[in-house]
């Protein structure tokens, strides 16, 4: 399993987290939204891991926009349902076949 699967899985497990009514937005806010900054470094790292991969990157680039609007309330946590929904579904799928060059 790659870095970017493994990535994908964290980071969509956090998204599901902070995408629980109560709990999510609790977190965010006894915390300072500091999760909200850490989720952005973290999908970045995701997303240009996927990119070098090759993979899909739509779930990290929810997981990006979730970040940056996840302090609005109700938007906040449907952005982050959706993010963790897509995040895991890219997840699941098998990384694509590296290519061998001809000699």
Do not use: C, N, Y
């Amino acid at each position: 399993m790659s870095a970017s699967r493994i990535l994908k899985w964290v980071t969509g497990g956090l998204e599901a987290i902070l995408g629980i009514p109560i709990l999510g937005g609790a977190i965010i806010i006894s915390l300072l939204w500091i999760p909200l900054a850490v989720m952005l470094v973290l999908h970045i790292v995701t997303l240009i891991l996927t990119l070098q991969s090759k993979g899909p990157t739509r779930g990290s680039i929810l997981g990006i926009i979730a970040s940056a609007i996840g302090w609005i309330p109700g938007v906040g946590m449907v952005m982050h349902i959706l993010a963790a929904t897509f995040l895991m579904i890219d997840a699941a799928k098998r990384d694509p076949e590296p290519e061998v060059e001809a000699a």
